[in-house]
């Protein structure tokens, strides 16, 4: 299909159908690394008739089947140490036709966009009567940290080709700047790595292992300034060793309880009446404490805060105290 007004009308009749593949395939990503207990943003979209129509020209395409990514989702990471696990969680999931991390096509001396690329379709032995319709069709997946992603948005109208087009000294510039991107990643996950291996930062480490299973049930953002706050409080009702295993406590908790932690946290998805410290981190601790030490933590809370506040999370678990 070479002419320009035909492959117009062919895509304005096929382009609802890839939004809805983008679409069902974020839907997807984002349950699944929720599930996992990783934090990511993720996106979709189906190319506007403008941008598909220069591709074609850009890229000299003889055909309309050449675009891939008709339909693109981009997952964009908090931090630079979750990227191998989403990498890995879509390598899982979806038959993949090509896989690029455009890090090593860079080799060691070069700076440049840094990303995974993936094209990808539903596997056929997956497929069910409602995927059937997108049996075979692409879609792109980009995979970054915010970082990288603030790169690629800039880079069109900054970076394109910038180590050709550009005289030496913005050159320098881009490639100053390229450094740093790299550089705030790696320091984020160093820091973090640090911090949360630090004795004394307990209350980070207890969130952080909250957080692993609360994203599992509801992608809700939180307040962590708030958590921080609120598990500073609430820590000192477990015991040393408790805390030394903090995560298998938790974890446990999550796993007996996981049908009506899903029911809570679906059937309150809406109802902004509800109490304000549900979807915090932090309401998992609350619920477990409910379950094993209800007075002294009444107790322990009524130090610090309202109990009213604590009376709405009871009223939710169905254990009033």
């Given at each position: 299909?070479n ?21 069902r395939i974020?839907?997807?990503?984002e ?16 190319k ?16 309309y089947?050449q675009?891939h ?10 931090f630079?140490?979750d990227?191998p ?35 990808v ?5 997956l ?28 880079s ?12 030496i ?14 550089l ?8 973090r790595?640090?911090?949360?291996d ?25 307040d ?28 446990t ?16 998805q ?5 109490s304000?410290?549900?979807f915090?981190?932090e309401?998992?601790l ?16 009524a130090q ?10 009871t ?7």
């Open positions: 299909m002419d320009r007004e035909a492959i117009r009308e062919h895509w304005i009749a096929e382009r609802p159908v890839y939004q809805d593949l983008g679409e974020r839907a997807d990503l349950s699944a690394t929720r599930s996992s207990g990783i934090r990511c943003y993720c996106d979709a979209r189906a506007d008739v403008s941008s598909l129509l220069k591709k074609i020209i850009r890229r000299r395409y003889s055909s089947e675009v990514d008709k339909a693109g989702v981009r997952v964009v990471a908090i630079e140490d990227i696990k989403i990498e890995t969680l879509i390598q899982n999931r979806y038959h993949i036709h090509a896989h690029q991390n455009k890090a090593e096509s860079l080799g060691p001396d070069r700076l440049g966009y840094l990303g995974v690329h993936f094209e379709s539903f596997r056929n032995e497929i069910t009567d409602e995927t059937e319709k997108w049996r075979g069709m692409l879609c792109e997946i980009q995979l970054h940290t915010r970082a990288q992603s603030l790169r690629a948005v800039v069109h109208q900054l970076l394109y080709k910038a180590e050709q087009d550009y005289p000294r913005v050159q320098r510039q881009v490639n100053r700047l390229l450094a740093l991107i790299e705030f990643d790696e320091q984020v996950s160093s820091a790595r640090v911090i949360m630090t004795s004394g930062f307990t209350e980070g480490q207890l969130l952080e292992e909250l957080e692993r299973r609360f994203y599992t049930l509801t992608a809700r953002e939180s962590r300034a708030l958590s921080l706050e609120i598990i500073g409080t609430l820590e000192s009702l477990y015991s040393t060793q408790d805390l030394q295993c903090f995560g298998e406590v938790i974890e908790f999550v796993n007996s309880r996981r049908e009506k932690l899903k029911f809570i946290f679906e059937q309150y809406e109802d902004e009446r509800c304000p410290l549900l915090q981190p309401s998992i609350i619920f477990e404490r409910l379950e094993h030490d209800p007075f002294t933590l009444r107790e322990a809370w610090t805060y309202p109990l009213d506040l604590l009376e709405g999370l009223a939710i678990w169905g254990d009033p105290i």
